[in-house]
C-alpha cells in the first residue's frame, strides 16, 4: 500500500515516460523484488488506473490532475481539550444518517486529530478529495461491486474517515476562499479501490459520498470548534 500511494502521488499524464523510472525506484526502495515483466504489469495498471472515472466528478484521475490539487496533504484539526468529546451524541449523528460507529467513550478528551488526504483537488469550482485504498477483496474486478466497497466501508469504519475528512476540507476552504459557501464548494470524498480498476469499466472499484452540509457542520461543532461560519443548525 504504502509503495503504490508513493508512485500514485508522482504520477501524472505528463510525466507518463517516467513512470517506469519511478517504479523500479520504488521496486528497490521497497524491496519488493519485482521482476521486469512484472513491472510492465504495474504500468500498465497505473495507465487504468489513470483513465478510471472518479466517482463523484466524473472526471478520470489523469485530468484531476491537470487542474489545481495537492497530493498527500497533511491536516491537523484542533479539538477543545477541555471539555470531553461527546461520543454518545457523535455516535447517534452518524447513526441517524446510516453508518452506526459504536465508538467507544473511554477517551474522550482529545486536542488534535491528524491525517493526511491522498489527493485532493478542484473541478467546476468544487473541491473533492480522493483515498486510494488498496483492500484486497477479491481475485477479479467482479468482486469490486458497489455492495462489495460499502461492506469493506462498513468494516473499516471509512465511513468515520470520509466525516473527518470532509470537516478537515470545510475547515480548510473556510480560511482560503472569500466567498466560501459548502453547497457551492464543497464536494465529497471519493474512495478508489486500486485492485478493483478495471480499463473494460472506467467506474469499477470506486465509492463516493458526500455527507450533507448540515451533518458536517454539526459534526465540527460536536468535536469542539467554535465554527465562525454562520449557517449554524439547531
Known sequence: GSALHAV????RPDNRRDWRRYLEH???????????????????????IQHCELPQSRISLG???????????????????????????????????????????KHRHIRYL???????????????????K?????????????AALKQAMDDHHYWLQAAIYQVALHRLLQTRLPDYDPETHLGGVEYLYLRGVNSADRTNGGLGHRYPTDFILALD???????PYPRQTA
Open 26 to 48: 520504488d521496486n528497490r526502495q521497497w524491496q519488493l523484488g519485482l521482476e521486469p515483466a512484472q513491472l510492465d504489469a504495474c504500468e500498465n495498471w497505473l495507465e487504468a
Open 221 to 227: 461543532r460536536e468535536l469542539g470548534y467554535q465554527n
Open 8 to 11: 500514485l502521488e508522482r504520477i
Open 114 to 132: 491528524r491525517g493526511e488526504i491522498d489527493h485532493l483537488y478542484q473541478h467546476d469550482g468544487r473541491y473533492y478529495i480522493l483515498d486510494y
Open 134 to 146: 488498496s483492500n484486497h477483496l477479491g481475485d477479479n474486478p467482479a468482486a469490486y461491486n458497489a
Open 63 to 105: 485530468a484531476s490532475k491537470q487542474g489545481t490539487h495537492r497530493s498527500e496533504y497533511g491536516f491537523t484539526l484542533g479539538s477543545d481539550a477541555r471539555a470531553a468529546l461527546d461520543i454518545p451524541a457523535i455516535n447517534a449523528h452518524f447513526a441517524a444518517h446510516g453508518h452506526p460507529l459504536h465508538l467507544s467513550d
